[in-house]
């Protein structure tokens, strides 16, 4: 799709030619090639055979992609909402605007075992691995599509692409300008604002997109009384598409993400303030027959998180991050419609902040990786992708994923595909020391010897995708974790962090289920399910991978269409009972809440009142059932009941 993707390190071409086969006489001959389809084409694709049309569905990795028309039609009012509709993840609001979202049994204490992609620049942060939601620099309404890539990815994404890949996508190329606001209110007396506006244009040979948006989310009830959560964020990108060999695209990303209350460290009220750039750049150079093209990439991201409050200085409490990256890959063509791509890429990363000794340099790292695709007959597709890592953290590992398909009819396939993919340990994990300031005793320290987290997983699935526009989507995985990082939250610790090491083959199984029918734009069904068993911990002190931390039942189902001028959508999901834990404080100490069953239930309608469709009103109403908070946390509220309102006009 022509955009950068230099710190997931894979170029598009890769995504296309490992995880997306096009399964059809078409897709192996002559011009179509397939980097020249985009996820979500490759995932429904018309092709005509024996004066037949009929849409299949394939991908040899287990893929959700969310529509622009899935997400503006969603019910809800945020990303990791929306996620709750992918089979197997999982959604818990820690407080108002943050998320922890895991994927297949990692739920528990960390929140970084997912890896965030917006446009392909990474979200997650170099100290600790999270997302700030909050702080992403766009809306619902300016998103083109979600692909969400569950299973070990490391071999394409790198280190951290463990357990899933939510990769966030803009559309540079739509040039048609449009703005928006948003606002409203949900129970616990808690109001939300959002603007948004963006705009573009250009032509074939260089189009450009610009995205602004700023929310507000605060709160007056008693137990939340000054709650604040703000953010601005702004996106600019552009692609170059020249008539030659060249193509090139480019993208600088500004956000600034605030808020105001208790925090979970300190027992005083805090302000926080983390200001992000970001700058990606990549061009191709396409050769020929044998020798395809050439692709360089690379990028930049820079964070700095400030918390200011009575007991804290910006000196004290002040974490800078900073990395590069640069990735260089060749793709060859193979007899047969094969191929083969190679890559290599070095990068630095920089985090300084007072509880980290080993802090303020910057540390090299660099990686090698290689992967073949090789289609047997006009039924089979079998690939194989190996690479190796070196970081400071970590020194050299490897990963590795391989898949086997065999299209058995013209509208079903089957798939099997492995993987063994890992986890880095984060900065705070490996090299953090915090001490109480009073009498510098020590409270929490990393520990230097842990071992990343890896998951070895296979799965088995089906596609069914029949000419009447409907698709099913049945899998079934197994997985091993080793090494899981868990942190002992005993009182008076010295190495707050360890590796919990297991021998076993099996730590959990699942089947995951989707099915859509989409014969028109008036009525789309949805439908996802998830049944999962993780095994019993290892380690009584283990915080990830713990049964009772993630819910063993997930469903989803959403409908969305049109009705002349009205466009909506409804959807409902729900979760089994878990329990949630989280570590705070210094020293830290657990706390842990028991999540009840839950369902929540959306509806959105957007009425457009002119023929030129440029004005159009919306009004959104979600509700959960119970009404109960997710986590224990100070600044927690239960979910309730929420009403938005949008007024938005597009060309």
């Not at 090491?501 to 029918?517: F, I, K, N, P, Y």
Request: net charge negative; proline share 5%.
């Amino acid at each position: 799709d022509g955009r950068s993707d230099w710190s997931s390190d894979v170029c598009s071409s890769d995504l296309a030619a490992l995880l997306v086969g096009v399964w059809s006489p078409l897709a192996f001959a002559g011009d179509d090639d397939i980097e020249d389809w985009d996820l979500e084409g490759l995932l429904q694709v018309v092709v005509t055979e024996s004066d037949h049309e009929r849409t299949t569905a394939n991908a040899p990795a287990s893929v959700t992609v969310l529509s622009h028309e899935d997400i503006a039609l969603s019910g809800v009012a945020s990303i990791p909402d929306l996620l709750r509709r992918v089979p197997g993840l999982q959604v818990v609001e820690v407080s108002p605007g943050n998320f922890v979202v895991a994927a297949r049994g990692f739920g528990g204490l960390q929140d970084n075992n997912v890896l965030v992609l917006v446009d392909g620049g990474p979200m997650n942060t170099l100290a600790d691995g999270s997302v700030r939601w909050s702080g992403l620099p766009m809306g619902l309404h300016q998103i083109d599509r979600i692909e969400v890539i569950r299973g070990p990815l490391s071999t394409l994404y790198g280190a951290n692409a463990s357990s899933a890949v939510v990769n966030i996508i803009t559309d540079p190329s739509d040039p048609r300008p449009m703005a928006g606001v948003t606002f409203g209110g949900r129970s616990e007396r808690l109001f939300e604002r959002l603007i948004w506006a963006s705009g573009g244009g250009g032509g074939d040979l260089l189009s450009w997109r610009v995205n602004v948006r700023g929310n507000d989310v605060r709160t007056t009830s008693n137990r939340q009384a000054g709650q604040r959560i703000g953010g601005l964020g702004t996106d600019v990108s552009m692609l170059f598409n020249p008539k030659g060999r060249w193509s090139g695209s480019a993208r600088l990303a500004w956000t600034l993400d605030m808020r105001r209350g208790e925090n979970a460290v300190v027992a005083n009220r805090v302000h926080y303030v983390e200001p992000t750039t970001m700058l990606t750049a990549g061009t191709t150079y396409t050769v020929g027959t044998f020798v395809d093209s050439l692709s360089l990439e690379g990028g930049y991201v820079a964070r700095q998180t400030s918390l200011l409050g009575e007991a804290l200085t910006p000196t004290q409490d002040e974490t800078q991050e900073a990395g590069g990256h640069a990735t260089a890959t060749l793709r060859l063509n193979l007899p047969a419609g094969g191929s083969v791509i190679a890559a290599s890429g070095f990068g630095t990363d920089r985090v300084s902040a007072p509880y980290l000794p080993a802090g303020g340099d910057f540390f090299a790292h660099g990686h090698v990786r290689g992967t073949w695709a090789q289609p047997l007959g006009e039924r089979w597709l079998v690939d194989a992708g190996y690479r190796v890592d070196n970081h400071v953290l970590t020194g050299t590992r490897g990963s590795w994923r391989s898949s086997v398909q065999l299209q058995f009819t013209e509208q079903t396939l089957f798939r099997v595909s492995g993987g063994s993919a890992y986890r880095r340990p984060s900065w705070i994990e490996a090299a953090s020391r915090f001490r109480d300031p009073a009498d510098n005793v020590i409270l929490l320290e990393g520990e230097a010897e842990l071992q990343p987290q890896r998951n070895t997983s296979i799965e088995a699935a089906m596609v069914y995708a029949s000419s009447y526009g409907l698709a099913f989507r049945p899998t079934v995985f197994v997985g091993s974790f080793d090494s899981l990082i868990s942190q002992d939250s005993s009182p008076f610790v010295f190495k707050s962090f360890h590796s919990v090491q297991s021998e076993r083959w099996l730590d959990t199984v699942g089947v995951e289920v989707e099915a859509s029918w989409e014969r028109d734009t008036t009525f789309v069904p949805r439908m996802a399910f998830t049944a999962m068993h993780i095994a019993d911990p290892v380690d009584t002190s283990q915080t990830v991978g713990v049964p009772e931390q993630n819910s063993r039942f997930t469903a989803s189902a959403s409908v969305r269409g049109e009705v002349g001028r009205v466009r909506y959508g409804v959807s409902a999901d729900w979760m089994s009972a878990r329990r949630f834990d989280t570590a705070v404080g210094l020293p830290v100490q657990r706390i842990t809440t028991n999540i009840p069953a839950m369902a929540r239930m959306g509806s959105e309608v957007h009425y457009t009142p002119g023929r030129d469709g440029i004005v159009s009103v919306g009004a959104l109403a979600e509700t959960n059932v119970p009404s109960t908070r997710q986590s224990p946390l100070p600044g927690a509220a239960p979910l309730g009941t929420r009403v938005m309102v949008t007024l938005m006009v597009r060309e």
